[in-house]
């Protein structure tokens, strides 16, 4: 039974945090193998197949947040999560070479969300509270391959006001990944009780204090380009047994080419006597005796963002593919007189290092790091074109992979806005 969507409407409840009693149960078992049909030849990867099982077995109280027109909960209230183990099983056949084993338990913790949909829909589907669903460090699709391949379907949400809904998800979906073709089969038992309001939403109707002085600077992104480049190795005393990565080298490759998006720095006095009159603010602009803070958000293209992988293995034909990858930008704060830049973190999206060759996570090469810095002068922000650059690199170690990774970027922005606010006495 699948639940018809409707979007919300007046006699619902108010905006605020809603609450459900709800559980499910079931199972949901991705496979994949190459396909000659997508290309798997010219790729190397005929000889791959693999998949994983995961168990959403969740109970406990979900917490869905109503804005007025929609309904989301991401994970969030004491449902808790599944922390049942996911192993992927990746196996790779090549004629005339011993078939090879790769055993890669996914860091996943299993949750049940609800998020807009289409239309003004509420979709209700299962996400990870910790990493992605994806073949991890074997070879097979990617999290984004994956990201809409687990079974979903619409819910009315404002039903569970007026009674309690059960729902079955049970059926088999295709997947393309690359030169890899895959498939989901499921059967996922769901129930959901009244839903009751937890908490009403505030807001807020005072406009607040405005800080006494201040610098915002508005730009126009011309372009930002990005580029990573891992070197790796399996490497026996990291542990490429397990992988079936010994004896492998490789290299990724990740681009970003994005031109167009939106810039903004804001700057207030970092402390003691606030500056009064537009020079005098700017003036301690430019010394870096203000706090700030900005970030550069290029417009995302997927076909900007781009990650290769080529794969050597002694005695087979190795393994080279292409698939898209998040986006970049950049986020800039105050660090003494200078003006810090570093890439917003990516620990939250899929991994951008991942092709669906076998080879390390993001994980093993940049761990909890950014992978570049860079810095500026609070004085150059306000030139009417500026260029901000990046870069960083070192060694790595991690499981299964060690090598070497360096990462460069670079902004051009034109400044369309500077408004200075002066203070007062």
């Not at 979903?152 to 404002?158: E, L, T």
């Not at 998040?326 to 007189?337: F, H, K, L, Q």
């Amino acid at each position: 039974m699948t639940c018809a969507a409707t979007p919300a409407h007046a006699g619902v409840g108010p905006p605020g945090t809603y609450v459900t009693d709800a559980s499910t149960h079931g199972t949901i078992v991705v496979s994949w193998r190459g396909d000659p049909a997508r290309g798997c030849g010219e790729a190397g990867m005929c000889g791959e197949s693999g998949g994983f099982t995961l168990r959403p077995n969740l109970r406990g109280e979900l917490e869905i947040l109503h804005f007025g027109r929609r309904w989301e909960s991401y994970g969030s209230g004491s449902m808790g999560s599944d922390e049942t183990p996911v192993v992927v099983r990746a196996r790779h056949d090549e004629p005339g070479h011993d078939p090879g084993l790769c055993i890669q338990p996914l860091p996943v913790q299993l949750s049940l969300e609800i998020a807009a949909g289409p239309g003004g829909a509420s979709r209700l589907g299962f996400g990870s509270i910790i990493g992605f669903f994806s073949s991890g460090r074997c070879a097979g699709p990617t999290a984004l391959d994956l990201a809409d391949a687990l079974p979903h379907a619409d819910i009315d949400v404002p039903r569970l006001r007026r009674e309690p809904v059960s729902l079955r998800l049970a059926g088999r979906r295709a997947f393309a990944a690359g030169p890899l073709a895959g498939e989901v089969a499921y059967d996922v038992a769901l129930r959901f009780a009244h839903l009751r309001l937890s908490q009403n939403a505030s807001r807020e109707t005072g406009a607040g204090s405005e800080p006494r002085s201040a610098v915002e600077i508005a730009y126009r992104v011309e372009r930002l380009t990005a580029r990573t480049t891992v070197d790796f190795a399996g490497l026996p005393e990291l542990g490429c047994e397990v992988l079936d990565g010994c004896g492998t080298t490789g290299i990724v490759t990740r681009t970003f080419d994005a031109p167009g998006g939106n810039a903004r720095v804001d700057a207030v006095p970092a402390g003691g006597r606030s500056p009064v009159g537009r020079a005098a603010v700017l003036s301690a602009f430019r010394a870096g005796r203000m706090s700030v803070y900005g970030s550069v958000e290029p417009r995302f293209d997927a076909r900007g963002a781009v990650t290769v992988e080529e794969l050597r293995a002694s005695g087979t034909a190795g393994c080279r593919d292409t698939a898209p990858g998040p986006g970049v930008a950049v986020e800039m704060s105050s660090a003494r007189r200078t003006v810090t830049l570093r890439p917003t973190s990516d620990l939250g999206t899929p991994d951008p290092l991942r092709a669906r060759c076998p080879g390390p996570a993001r994980a093993d090469v940049l761990g909890d790091r950014r992978g570049a810095t860079g810095t500026v002068a609070p004085a150059d922000l306000l030139r009417s074109h500026v260029t901000l650059r990046l870069g960083g690199d070192g060694r790595f170690a991690g499981k299964g992979y060690g090598g070497r990774h360096a990462t460069t970027i670079v902004a051009e922005l034109r400044r369309e806005k500077l408004i200075v606010r002066g203070g007062r006495r």
